[in-house]
């Protein structure tokens, strides 16, 4: 028998001002790691850069820990529309409130949540935030039938009390589930879809919609698409974005479309800044918009102010 073992090696060079043999051990190890992430079989050399990268992790890590722990996260909310501007609810899009880096956007601290676990209690904190809020708007008249999407993560879904969580968190807030859409990415769909199929089904029973993020920049199955209980795709920004020019991005955007259609779904467009963008999806049947053209994701506050400023 044979076994093949391919090597990562991480190397360290000094001259001179020897250093600990500590020290030593700890940057050939940084770069060892370093030739594991380049795809292995590989040999890294020690470089300062590594160990910056590596300290700084470490030090954003133990921030948001206490991030969490001291309640520095907010949640913005980011309009969605129907065709004529009307509010039918919100993307519910955490911020970092930083004693002194200020606002923080979710890509500079979600991966590595994502990493360590800590998007766990981050994305329950939001979920239950939201689930507060559906709870409040239901009691303000002009407010009652906003919904709200929620970006849940593959390891969130992943967990195996998922379902009883989200139907506690829906309880406790006294929430109505029919308000609730859950946001998944196809990166969810990676494995065992039987089972993923039976937490969707659980929570449809209850209520909860589906809506299938970022769709189209990943890898997704038509079949599985056929036999996912999902409510909506949510068309990428990506396509959007170049829609009036790259005719590549507009035909899989009318595709998008279509397929919608066909599999009776809703669509969504994502990332719309100028009413060209809105009016060519209108053209072809999407008639729900989410993007700066209506309003960037703002603190609850002013979504309120720009729902009443639009319907009055
Ligand atoms: P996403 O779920 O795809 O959210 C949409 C992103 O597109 C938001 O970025 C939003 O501000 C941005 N966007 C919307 N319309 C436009 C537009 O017209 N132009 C441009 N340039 N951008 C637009 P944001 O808030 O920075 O969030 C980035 C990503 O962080 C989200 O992408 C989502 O993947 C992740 N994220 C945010 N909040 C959460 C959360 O609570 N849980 C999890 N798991 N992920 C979250
Ligand atoms: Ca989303
Ligand atoms: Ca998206």
């Not at 519910?92 to 676990?117: K, M, N, Y």
């Not at 904190?125 to 939201?130: P, Y």
């Not at 309880?171 to 859950?182: D, E, F, I, Q, S």
């Amino acid at each position: 028998m044979s076994i093949t073992v391919p090597p990562s090696i991480g190397v360290t060079m000094f001259s001179g001002n020897l250093r600990s043999s500590e020290e030593l051990l700890k940057q050939a190890d940084i770069a060892m790691y370093q030739s594991k992430t380049d795809g292995r079989n590989t040999l890294r050399f020690f470089d300062p850069e590594m160990q910056e990268i590596v300290t700084q992790r470490a030090s954003l890590e133990t921030d948001l820990r206490e991030a969490l722990e001291q309640r520095q996260f907010v949640v913005y909310y980011q309009p969605q529309v129907v065709g004529d501007g009307r509010y039918t609810g919100a993307e519910a899009l955490v911020r970092w409130r930083h004693p002194q880096r200020g606002l923080v956007s979710p890509q500079d601290f979600i991966p590595l949540c994502e990493e360590t676990g800590l998007i766990l209690p981050l994305g329950h904190w939001v979920l239950e935030t939201a689930c507060m809020q559906l709870a409040k708007w239901a009691e303000k008249p002009g407010m009652d039938h906003l919904s709200i999407a929620v970006n849940v993560s593959a390891n969130q879904f992943h967990q195996a009390n998922f379902v009883d969580q989200v139907l506690a968190v829906l309880r406790n807030a006294g929430a109505n589930p029919h308000k609730l859409t859950l946001e998944l990415t196809e990166s969810i769909l990676v494995s065992d879809v039987e089972n993923i199929i039976a937490k969707m089904s659980i929570l449809k029973g209850h209520g909860v919609t589906f809506s299938l993020d970022d769709f189209g920049t990943g890898y997704s199955s038509l079949s599985y698409l056929k036999r996912l209980p999902l409510d909506q795709l949510k068309i990428d920004q990506s396509f959007v974005r170049n829609i009036l020019t790259e005719p590549n991005d507009a035909a899989i955007a009318k595709t998008i479309i279509s397929l919608s259609d066909s599999l009776s779904l809703r669509v969504i467009a994502e990332g719309g800044e100028i009413d060209a963008q809105k009016d060519f999806l209108a053209r072809y049947g999407c008639h729900a918009f989410q993007g700066y053209l209506f309003s960037k994701p703002v603190p609850i506050e002013k979504f309120e102010q720009l729902l009443k400023s639009r319907h009055t």
